[in-house]
């Protein structure tokens, strides 16, 4: 199964640059030629190209749900992220809508697609690391990842 795992997010803006750092870590570990491992300050339909081709896709980003606590760690499918429900921070259109786009381009898009959401409340802060909570979430994204692609996330989650 060729899967990709992109992480989002932007280097300048602190805790929005979380889903870069848990891809970069991932990078430091073994691979497989099954599994791709890229990043990007891409956003909306720019997505759609990262996408295509792939039969699984995990992405990893910061969102801000209002529900949870900074560092919480949200598990979400696309359904989750249809407009009206979870706010996301995929950049203003969902996750599903970016789907949806690429099937009505007749692209070959991902059958399977997970989020691995950090909650954050705070998108505008320019530079420095992520905030002490949003780093501590990084190595449980992590192991989900893994338990995510030997099938177990679902009882880890």
């Given amino acids: 199964m060729k899967t990709l795992i992109l992480g989002l997010g932007n280097d300048l803006l602190s805790d929005d640059a979380v889903g870069l750092e848990v891809v970069r870590r991932l990078n430091r570990e073994a691979k497989t030629p099954e599994i791709e491992i890229r990043e990007t300050c891409a956003a909306s339909l720019e997505l759609v190209d990262f996408l295509v081709g792939f039969d699984r896709v995990i992405i990893v980003d910061a969102i801000k749900t209002g529900t949870g606590k ?25 996750l599903a809508t970016v789907l949806a786009a690429g099937k009505a381009l007749g692209v070959n898009m991902p059958t399977r697609v997970r989020v691995f959401g950090i909650e954050t409340n705070e998108f505008s802060v320019f530079g420095g690391p992520c905030s002490p909570e949003v780093e501590a979430a990084v190595p449980k994204v992590i192991h989900l990842i893994r338990a995510e692609l030997d099938g177990s996330v679902g009882r880890l989650a």
């Fill in 70 to 94: 900074v560092g919480d760690v949200r598990v979400l499918d696309p359904k989750d992220m249809e407009s009206g429900r979870t706010p996301t921070s995929l950049h203003h259109v969902g």
